[in-house]
């Protein structure tokens, strides 16, 4: 079947024995475009229809809560805690020590020390800390003026990790006795009963295992009471949201016992990391905290403190899950107290990141295959989580905050952390951002703000943390493909001329400055050897990450200068590219496995960074090409997608069971590219499928772990931009919109189909949508409609079919139809 020709048939068509190929002008560029893209993509919008979001079920409630899923239907609940009897304490003159204590620092601003005597000083908010993570056994030896009457001991630690495996031993006069043995604990306070009353002048506890928290795995004591302690746990609802969302939370409060009664709130992505305490919070404190009037109030959690330096708050959150207690630190007394009731009425949040709601789309994707369709728009929502507005008070804390960058919209790492922009992650984020919604400004506003903090020598800082001092070696490369990337999908040839001296500042200075006699970048020269990269990887010498990344840089340096008008400066860029790919192929290639060494120093290994990228960047053609991605399919497949590395040989220990989104992207493009379809999209299941599917779902996260977990715990971001590459994969690839000129003022149409049947999208330009749609007949027909926007001018590419009807034209503005089929 074909489409009935309403315009000229284009010269040249293909015609054969076996098949024909059918190109017509359906429409000239002045009409209206042809092509009739399905609605059905909204289904698949993640994010909330309003800026006000209210949670979808209440997960869990302990101790005393009157109705909590009064929350979701406009009732009351109600929390209620009883004050506790006093707690036992140790007679004056009670000692303590212990194998080893850690030294004093300071916490939010305040000094701390963790010396023995604090498990045994009546405050639970200071601690006893051993020296080192992972030592055992350590032992906490509290020592009496007089003999003490024992029924049984009580230890209460610390929400960062507790004691799992203890003995608690009795000094009789003469003689350690063991009296108390626990195993497998969890709780923070743990009563430890004796079989018998024991008098004793000390008492023993050894610790041989702590809880692992991904908060270091010390041994934390905050009290040792000398006796059994029950408290009336502290009542508690916790609230689940469907899925990541990030904002200001907010509490209607309907009144309270008395003022002061405290409230504390704990967040979370995911509730293996959910807790009395938060996964992750930016001042430290772990809860954010708010002590209710006796009349009410609606309170919105706000960065600050409201009594003074008491009862204080982080603001801003990214979460799914919400734990409201009746708590407060002892340390907030008397302003805010841990007992009496407190009813609320309405638990939400304030949502203040991009709200990508179905007509705020400016491109879309839909496919037969239903999977793909929710990953394109898993990303597009993860990746609005990160488009926000940079604000001093929740960045990340660790001198981030900038007067360049307040009040303008940026893309921020990750929705709970890092809230700050890295240039890194916008290589990826920003195609994302582009190829979904019209927020350009969005990356502009950063590439500028780093350009314009560029050192003296040329390097430009990844981000404005450590007031843009942060030394990330590859960085400043991606600065360079994402600022060629703004101006593709966005035209801004203003930015481009703009920020040019920059650039060759850059490639003519600094990168040079890391150079060997080989041609390629060494990491050491030039006082590097302290570098990180965007993974912290001990690597040093010539790497093939970085010098593949180069090559692509100067790739796109020399395309920048071209549109510019320099072209000395793109044929010496271009034939630099060409000298350290030459180089790369001659030193870093390794014939024993068919794939790029990661470095000419150390033990051998191969990553997928480095091997990708070769192929991407032209580095690797052909047959090498070919092996490199086979030895990655042989090498690091994982269940939850491919990992960073085929070996251990790192320095980290979880080189091959560790994935990153971030790096799988160049490698599904790389396979794309090769005519791998099939097992890009396997990949794509693979890693995509498994973050869509375990909690919090939807989001795609900073890395992948051991077993397909949060791959650094708790801290791991789980809604991370530089993940959400599988976006501009499909679009560029599947359905196969790539620019090549400013402003896709020229772009290629090249679908890469696989097993996907059908296909059909808008890609936004300056010029109006690239409108496509695809569908693969019966047999082997393949029929493609496309609009032309004016101003641009399209190749269309088709790779695949009986050779005779393969397709490579270029398409004016208009709409076309095309028809390919098998006899």
């Not at 502290?234 to 009144?255: E, I, R, W």
């Not at 003519?508 to 400055?513: I, L």
Request: proline share 7%; hydrophobic share 35%; glycine share 10%.
């Amino acid at each position: 079947m074909s489409f009935p020709r309403r315009g000229p048939l284009l010269a040249g068509v293909a015609a054969a024995m076996v098949a024909v190929v059918t190109l017509a002008l359906a429409m000239p560029a002045s009409a209206s475009p042809e092509v009739r893209l399905s609605p059905d993509w909204q289904r698949y919008v993640a994010a909330p229809p309003t800026r006000d979001v209210s949670p979808v079920r209440v997960l869990s409630s302990t101790g005393s809560v009157t109705d909590p899923q009064g929350l979701l239907h406009g009732r009351s609940t109600r929390l209620s805690r009883s004050a506790p009897v006093p707690k036992p304490v140790w007679p004056a003159g009670t000692t303590a020590a212990a194998s080893s204590f850690h030294d004093p620092n300071t916490d939010n601003g305040q000094p701390r020390t963790y010396v023995p005597g604090n498990a045994i000083d009546g405050n639970p908010s200071t601690f006893w800390n051993d020296a080192n993570p992972d030592t055992y056994p350590a032992v906490l030896t509290l020592t009496s003026p007089q003999s003490v009457t024992l029924l049984g001991i009580t230890v209460l630690s610390n929400s960062d990790g507790v004691p799992q495996d203890f003995t608690v031993d009795a000094w009789d006069g003469s003689q350690w006795q063991q009296v108390g043995s626990v195993t497998g604990n969890t709780a923070i306070q743990r009563s430890v009963p004796f079989a018998a009353p024991v008098m004793a002048t000390q008492v023993r506890i050894t610790v041989t295992k702590n809880q692992a928290t991904g908060k270091g795995n010390y041994t934390r004591v905050s009290e040792v009471y000398p006796g059994l302690v029950v408290d009336d746990p502290a009542p508690s609802v916790t609230l689940d949201f469907g899925q990541v969302v990030v904002g200001y939370p907010k509490v209607d409060f309907a009144g309270s016992s008395a003022d002061g009664t405290g409230v504390r709130l704990a967040f979370s992505e995911s509730t293996q990391y959910l807790s009395d305490v938060s996964d992750y919070t930016r001042s430290g404190v772990g809860t954010d905290h708010y002590a209710v009037p006796a009349k009410g109030a609606k309170w919105t959690d706000t960065k600050g403190c409201q009594f003074g330096t008491k009862v204080c708050a982080d603001g801003l959150h990214g979460f799914r899950y919400l734990k409201i207690s009746l708590d407060a630190l002892p340390s907030d007394a008397p302003a805010s107290s841990p007992y009496g009731t407190v009813d609320l009425r309405r638990v939400s949040l304030d949502f203040t990141p991009f709200l990508g709601t179905p007509n705020s789309f400016t491109g879309s994707f839909l496919s037969s295959d239903d999977k793909l369709n929710q990953y394109w728009y898993n990303a597009s929502y993860t990746n609005e989580l990160v488009t926000d507005t940079f604000r001093a008070t929740d960045v990340d804390p660790r001198d981030s905050a900038s007067p360049t960058l307040e009040g303008k919209l940026v893309l921020q790492d990750g929705a709970k952390r890092d809230r700050d922009p890295y240039v890194g992650d916008i290589a990826v984020s920003g195609r994302t951002a582009y190829l979904t919604h019209n927020v350009p400004s969005a990356a502009s506003n950063v590439l500028a703000d780093l350009a314009d903090h560029q050192r003296a020598d040329g390097y430009i800082p990844p981000a404005s943390i450590f007031n843009y001092t942060l030394n990330l070696f590859e960085y400043p490369l991606y600065w360079v493909t994402s600022s060629w990337d703004y101006m593709l999908y966005n035209g801004g040839n203003d930015y481009g001329t703009k920020y040019y001296p920059n650039l060759v500042k850059l490639m003519d200075s600094w990168y040079p400055s890391v150079t060997d006699a080989k041609g390629l970048l060494s990491k050491g020269l030039n006082n590097t050897g302290g570098y990180g990269d965007y993974g912290f990887l001990p690597r040093t010498g010539e790497v093939t990450y970085y010098n593949v990344l180069y090559v692509q840089a100067l790739q796109d340096a020399a395309k920048m200068a071209s549109t510019l008008g320099h072209q000395a400066d793109a044929d010496r860029w271009t034939q630099r590219a060409k000298t350290v790919g030459d180089a790369v192929n001659a030193n870093l290639w390794d014939p024993s496995v068919g794939a790029y060494l990661d470095s000419a120093t150390g033990p051998a290994r191969h990553a997928q960074d480095g091997n990708s990228i070769a192929v991407t960047s032209g580095v690797a053609q052909g047959a090498r090409a070919t092996s490199a991605l086979n030895y990655l399919t042989t090498s690091t497949r994982q269940p939850y997608g491919n990992s960073f590395m085929d070996n251990d040989n790192t320095g980290i220990s979880d080189g091959t069971t560790r994935v990153y989104a971030f790096t799988s992207y160049p490698e599904l493009e790389a396979r794309f590219q090769s005519g791998q379809t099939d097992s890009a999209i396997d990949e794509i299941n693979r890693l995509y499928g498994w973050m869509g599917s375990h909690d919090p779902g939807k989001t795609d996260w900073e890395g992948v772990g051991a077993g397909g977990s949060l791959y650094e715990q708790g801290f791991t971001s789980a809604a991370h931009g530089w993940s959400t590459g599988v976006l501009p994969a499909l679009t560029n690839e599947v359905l196969g919109v790539q620019p090549t000129g400013p402003g896709f003022s020229t772009w290629t149409l090249t679908p890469h189909p696989g097993s996907v049947q059908w296909a059909q999208g808008a890609v936004p330009t300056p010029h109006g949508p690239i409108q496509v749609s695809w569908n693969r007949e019966q047999g082997s027909s393949f029929r493609l409609t496309v609009t032309v926007p004016r101003g641009t001018s399209a190749r269309l590419q088709l790779p695949f079919g009986p050779s005779q009807s393969r397709v490579d034209r270029v398409l004016s503005p208009g709409t076309y139809v095309l028809t390919q089929r098998g006899s």
